[in-house]
């Protein structure tokens, strides 16, 4: 199993900048690929931004050219720098384990991004 716990949610003005970090424990040698997810108040949980093993990485069209996800070596963190920040990508954000496109760990508390116009 996978403890995963994201942090480094805030609130910011619109145009400025964070950076989530998501603490892997557990079977991380299991892992091949890890996502993070947001979910905005009332819609559903939405697919971010994904890593391979490889360090392929892919993006929702919502945060292409904004966001950069990242991880070290040994997936013990998973990051997701995010600039340009719009008041849209306001959400609790959830970094997940991912196998054939399916989130497979259980969700940690995610962290709260606002962003203020």
């Known amino acids: 199993q996978v403890q995963l716990v994201e942090s480094g949610g805030d609130l910011v003005q619109a145009g400025g900048s964070l950076r989530l970090s998501c603490a892997v424990s557990?079977?991380?040698?299991?892992?091949?690929?890890m996502s993070w997810y947001r979910q905005a108040a009332g819609k559903k949980r939405e697919l971010v931004a994904t890593i391979s093993r490889g360090g392929s990485t892919n993006y929702a069209d919502s945060v292409k050219g904004r966001f950069t996800i990242s991880r070290t070596n040994a997936w013990s963190t998973v990051y997701l720098q995010m600039n340009s920040l719009k008041p849209e990508d306001t959400a609790v954000y959830y970094c997940?384990?991912?196998?054939?496109?399916?989130?497979?760990?259980?969700w940690g508390q995610g962290t709260q991004v606002t962003v203020s116009s």
């Open positions: 557990g079977s991380i040698f299991s892992i091949s690929t």
């Open positions: 997940n384990t991912v196998r054939g496109a399916v989130p497979t760990s259980q």
